[in-house]
């Protein structure tokens, strides 16, 4: 008996391995699908300017990475004790002016370095309503909690999203002519302006991605992994949602994981990743008395492992857990 609509994942002609330079950039959907390749240590960077939920924000965010356009004092704005700017996520601002201005501008040197070496980048699309700074038009990242009043809150276009993207790829794959870019659609619905809002909101995105992938400009360097579609037709069920109805729950995270590790991980691949989520649980097993021969053997057993996979794959950060099981051994 079937009991769940499957949702066909495309048959990608690459695949993702340890030697593979991973970035994931978006929405919070990048943030949960990175950090889960992260713990298995891929060599992974997620949003290193910070979380942008909007395309025209996060195509500006890789646009000023690639030309390497720093941040100036002048950019910077004042509110509530804090420094921010408008195109930067919270987690960089800071009450010292300078120590935003520095840490922005390191982080944009960060996220061009990385984008000059990668091999792969996952866009993650929140929503296509976006806020604009009415006293300059700019489309900001973050509303820093400013009042509401000091935005317009308006719905981009298909034809808007195709020519942002459209230029940035073609700036991106100049910038790094071996990279390619899978776009996906973030499973999350934003309802603070209603389900219709967020049900326009997302077909636009799919309308402008739509013609991006049929653009023969980028065949064989732009890709679309359909998390969206599996969390609403194979997940259609609101145990697979956290306690606010909107955000996937662990369970649902998890399971479109397994969809991206079948997808794009050949089978050696996955074979090492079960070896290291094996040293990872053991890593967080607690010992009823961590002084016995038993717990001794366990650790020694567990760093030989590490020390197998390091004479394979000597850049594995396992630094962490060889610490910890070398204290018990």
Not at 58 to 67: V, Y
Request: glycine share 2%; proline share 3%; aromatic share 14%.
């Amino acid at each position: 008996m079937k009991l769940i609509t499957s949702v066909d994942i495309p048959n990608y002609d690459f695949k993702i391995n340890y030697d593979s330079s991973l970035i994931f950039s978006g929405s919070c959907f990048a943030e949960n699908m990175g950090e889960k390749l992260l713990e298995r240590k891929f060599n992974t960077t997620i949003n290193p300017t910070g979380i942008n939920y909007n395309p025209i924000s996060l195509a500006n965010s890789i646009n000023r990475a690639i030309n390497q356009i720093p941040v100036s004092e002048n950019e910077l704005f004042f509110h509530e004790g804090v420094w921010h700017h408008f195109e930067f996520h919270s987690r960089l601002s800071n009450t010292d002016k300078y120590k935003t201005l520095n840490q922005i501008n390191t982080a944009i040197n960060d996220f061009s370095d990385k984008l000059k070496s990668a091999d792969f980048i996952f866009i993650s699309l929140g929503t296509a309503m976006v806020f604009e700074l009415n006293s300059t038009s700019q489309t900001v990242a973050n509303c820093h909690k400013l009042p509401a009043k000091n935005f317009t809150h308006r719905i981009i276009s298909a034809e808007e999203f195709e020519n942002i993207w459209e230029n940035l790829l073609n700036n991106f794959f100049t910038f790094n002519k071996k990279v390619k870019v899978v776009f996906t659609v973030s499973p999350v619905r934003y309802f603070n302006d209603g389900a219709i809002s967020n049900s326009f909101s997302k077909a636009i995105l799919f309308t402008g991605l739509l013609k991006l992938l049929n653009n023969s400009l980028f065949k064989s360097r732009i890709y679309y992994f359909p998390a969206y579609e599996i969390l609403i037709d194979e997940l259609r069920d609101y145990r697979y949602y956290a306690e606010d109805l909107i955000h996937p729950s662990t369970l649902a995270i998890n399971y479109i994981y397994e969809k991206f590790s079948e997808a794009y991980f050949d089978k050696s691949t996955q074979n090492l990743i079960k070896q290291i989520e094996k040293i990872l649980m053991a890593r967080l097993h607690r010992p009823f008395n961590p002084d016995s021969n038993e717990y001794r053997k366990f650790c020694r057993k567990n760093l030989d492992k590490i020390h197998a996979i390091l004479s394979k794959h000597p850049d594995l950060n396992f630094t962490e857990e060889i610490n910890y099981f070398k204290k018990f051994a």
